[in-house]
């Protein structure tokens, strides 16, 4: 399985048949080098919660190649509402697919989406335990530490990515606890250095990190799990 990191939170997942994206901010995201353009074929797009730096690119994306859109019920129906195919999911839900099943899992955050006419409910910010080909791999989405983390480590996961920026986040503290608690074999650290106030070191948090081995990603740098 290849990812690719994007920058901020975003991803490119390909296996095989799979290709799919997590949170593409890719346009307007200032660490970003990739263009909306540059993906093709994708075929599902995870939606972590309704901000504009996790929804980001998801219509043009999802028009553009047909793909299916995996979220809450509410950014389901918002997306659905533009002719977007979804299959929305809750908290708690595991889904089985064509290329392995998902849960979703709980985030402490907002999903307000923004839009010309304010503000709309964006339902319940979530992350999401993706198995594909049988690795698991939990994107956490925005999030804060959590006492629900450490029902993961009975998932057993190959790599958890995790956001450490703080502010709006988990920090580097925080994030160290939840790997703690995750017991994943590889971590990859996630929404940092974006903007000034989510500045931190990865660096740090690989030092605070003694359970699992630390993945640093620059943004379009690539890694095979």
């Not at 048949?17 to 901010?25: M, V």
């Not at 993906?39 to 190649?65: E, P, Q």
């Not at 923004?114 to 503000?119: C, L, M, N, Q, W």
């Not at 989405?141 to 988990?170: H, Q, S, V, Y």
Request: proline fraction near 6%; aromatic fraction near 10%; hydrophobic fraction near 35%.
């Amino acid at each position: 399985m290849k990812l690719r990191y994007l920058g901020h939170a975003a991803f490119y997942i390909e296996s095989k048949d799979f290709k799919a994206l997590i949170d593409p901010f890719i346009s307007g995201n200032p660490k970003g080098k990739s263009s909306p353009d540059d993906f093709t074929d994708i075929s599902h797009i995870f939606v972590t919660h309704g901000h504009g730096d996790h929804l980001g690119d998801t219509v043009y994306i999802a028009k553009r190649n047909n793909s299916t859109v995996i979220s809450n019920y509410e950014i389901s129906l918002y997306l659905g509402n533009q002719e977007i195919s979804t299959h929305p999911m809750h908290i708690g839900g595991r889904t089985k697919f064509d290329f392995g099943t998902v849960k979703m899992t709980p985030a402490l955050h907002g999903s307000g989406i923004e839009t010309p006419d304010g503000i709309i409910n964006g339902g319940n910010p979530c992350g999401f335990v993706i198995n594909i080909n049988g690795k698991k791999i939990y994107h956490a989405g925005d999030t804060g530490l959590t006492m629900d983390m450490k029902l993961l480590e009975w998932e057993n996961i190959d790599l958890a990515i995790l956001p450490i920026g703080g502010n709006f986040t988990m920090d580097i503290i925080d994030a160290a606890k939840a790997v703690d608690f995750i017991k994943p074999k590889k971590v990859i650290p996630i929404h940092y250095n974006t903007f000034p106030i989510i500045e931190t070191s990865p660096e740090e948090f690989k030092n605070k990190v003694t359970n699992s081995e630390v993945i640093i990603l620059k943004p379009d740098q690539e890694y095979t799990l």
